[in-house]
């Protein structure tokens, strides 16, 4: 074989070489896809349709009852469910003993008022006396009515400066408590809501609500430990209190409790109940909500215009109240979806990776 042949060979071989390697190349899609229809699932091509408007969602899909079947797609429909807003938070039971003792310095200064009171009153009378015989040719001397009087002035002045200690007194009960609690201490007989508190039959609660919120002698708040649900107290409105709590941003209010399940020093979970009436919605399970991009999304079916087959829709929900009970536990909504829609609660994980599946643009595409 003479050497021109050989090349000619090379040649050949080297062009079979690199359309074998092109075949190969450009073909690795087309077969993978090839392999990939043949596997158990929902082939996405096939079932992603343009989205509608009238659809209101993100994505339709239309989807055969066989498919529907061997994928294991399951449905629920939505009943009407009544739901009582509440503004969840937290609260502190608060030590009286701060107030216990400015009560105790408010009555005892409250009663050396009463003592100079009586002196003045007595005091009084002597400089009458007195000034009645000085003036009677002088049976008594000048000298002493005004000793008399200089003690009446003392009195006075005694008085007056009792009277200021028990106004500051009074003035720091309401910066630390509030006019309520502070109105309740001066009294010398007793309230009974303080006589309940020292007592140890009620407990002082402060309760931190965000700043939108105003409570009122007709609203309750459901005492709970941090973490649970099981109800350890309900408590009555007293009063705004003046001090914030350091740890949470918002406005503080004073409640009553019973003592029995309550510690002085404990922090509590707090529930006010809503001051509005109750609103009608639907509870969209646990197991229907299949979270994309931070947000929560569900699947609904609908019936679609091809035999044998149903669209399947995804749309957004609310996630602002979550609903915890023994019959259902999901998420409240008031918008979007009512009474008998029907969600998929089991598949919704696989129509939604079904769906972006080809999303992401082929890198041999042009």
Do not use: C
Request: net charge neutral.
């Amino acid at each position: 074989m003479n050497r021109k042949a050989m090349i000619i060979i090379a040649i050949q071989a080297s062009l079979i070489v690199i359309l074998f390697w092109f075949l190969v190349f450009y073909g690795k899609d087309e077969y993978e896809a090839s392999t990939s229809a043949g596997e158990d699932g929902i082939n996405a091509r096939s079932l992603v349709v343009p989205n509608k408007a009238t659809d209101k969602g993100a994505a339709t899909l239309i989807v055969p009852a066989t498919s529907q079947k061997q994928s294991g797609i399951q449905t629920v429909k939505l009943q009407t469910a009544q739901h009582l807003s509440t503004t969840a938070s937290f609260a502190t039971v608060e030590a009286i003993d701060g107030l216990v003792d400015l009560r105790v310095r408010y009555i005892a200064t409250l009663a050396d008022s009463n003592s100079i009171r009586a002196n003045m009153a007595s005091n009084q009378q002597h400089v009458k006396r007195l000034q009645l015989l000085n003036q009677d040719d002088k049976n008594i001397s000048d000298r002493a009515v005004q000793e008399a009087v200089a003690t009446l002035n003392g009195d006075q002045a005694k008085l007056s400066a009792s009277s200021a200690l028990a106004k500051g007194i009074y003035d720091s009960m309401t910066q630390q408590w509030g006019k309520t609690l502070a109105n309740w201490a001066i009294q010398t007989a007793g309230n009974s809501d303080l006589l309940s508190l020292l007592q140890n039959r009620e407990v002082l609660l402060k309760v931190t609500l965000p700043f939108g919120v105003t409570p009122d002698k007709n609203t309750t708040l459901q005492i709970t430990q941090i973490g649970e649900q099981a109800l350890l107290a309900k408590a009555r409105f007293i009063s705004e209190a003046p001090q914030t709590d350091s740890t949470i941003q918002g406005k503080t209010y004073f409640y009553l409790a019973p003592a029995s399940n309550l510690r002085t020093g404990m922090r509590v979970s707090a529930r006010l109940d809503a001051q509005k009436q109750a609103t009608s919605g639907v509870i969209v399970p646990h197991e229907a909500v299949v979270w994309f991009s931070n947000q929560a999304w569900v699947y609904q079916k609908l019936k679609s215009e091809k035999a044998g087959s149903d669209k399947f829709i995804r749309r957004l929900i609310s996630t602002e109240v979550e609903i915890e009970s023994d019959a259902i536990s999901g998420w409240y909504n008031t918008a979007g979806l009512v009474a008998g829609d029907e969600l998929v609660i089991s598949g919704a994980q696989l129509l939604l990776s079904e769906e972006l599946k080809y999303q992401i643009t082929n890198e041999n595409d042009d």
